[in-house]
């Protein structure tokens, strides 16, 4: 039975709203979900409603991540993850983001906070500057980099996820050795189950990856 007052890890969909048309995303398959009318985000003042103090004081884990949406579309983002952190200063925090929206001064000031030993934040960026956007449709793989390195710079922890495709399985070893000297902190290479379920011209990788 769920009871609330043993909850220690908290996820938070800020979002519906992302600059990106990823093909096998739920936005993009789902005929229930609709752009225009459905794009919405969750102000600090919505959270505070949401969650008390004292909720927020039992966490060991809060993070952002999106079905639907990008968390870093959400104009109260930053805002929202100080007030946990100012709640709850014990806590880690993450976040996962295809990082092509929001200027380097923002993911700048994003790594003040997620700069903690526990804290991190993801960037889902699947290929270099030639194939990312073949599937992350939209983005702008230069974009992403100046972010990811101003987030960096200014003591974030940042993880680089890769979701490997044929067009891009070539590129992994590159893209690894890129994610070092950049200083990120994990590179994870992964194959998305959705080949599975979702129709798309997009094709899984030929090699076989953990």
């Known amino acids: 039975m769920f009871n609330r007052d043993n909850v220690k890890s908290l996820h938070i969909e ?3 709203v992302c600059n990106a048309a990823c093909p096998m995303c739920p936005r993009e398959i789902d005929p229930m979900f609709n752009k225009n009318t459905d794009a919405v985000s969750l102000s600090l003042e919505k959270i505070k409603t949401m969650f008390s103090d004292d909720f927020i004081h039992q966490l060991d884990h ?9 968390p870093a579309a959400a104009p109260d983002c930053i805002k929202i993850f100080k007030h946990f952190r100012t709640i709850n200063d014990k806590m880690y925090l993450g976040m ?11 993911w700048g000031e994003l790594g003040t906070i997620l700069s903690r030993s526990d804290d ?17 449709v939209n983005t702008n793989f230069d974009k992403i980099i100046e ?6 710079n200014n003591g974030g922890k940042a993880i ?27 590179f994870r290479v992964k194959v998305s189950r959705r080949f ?3 129709v798309t011209n997009l094709k899984p990788p030929k090699g076989t990856y953990d």
């Open 14 to 16: 800020t979002s519906s």
């Open 62 to 70: 809060m993070f952002m991540c999106g079905n639907y949406g990008d």
């Open 96 to 106: 996962h983001s295809n990082a092509s929206l929001r200027s380097k001064e923002w």
């Open 120 to 136: 991190y934040c993801v960037f889902s960026v699947d290929g270099l500057s030639d194939t990312n956007h073949i599937y992350r």
């Open 147 to 152: 972010n990811a390195i101003s987030f960096i």
């Open 160 to 186: 680089w996820d890769y979701i490997v495709f044929e067009h891009n399985e070539h590129q992994v070893e590159e893209a690894r050795q890129l994610a070092k000297e950049l200083g990120f902190i994990k």
């Open 196 to 198: 599975n379920w979702v």
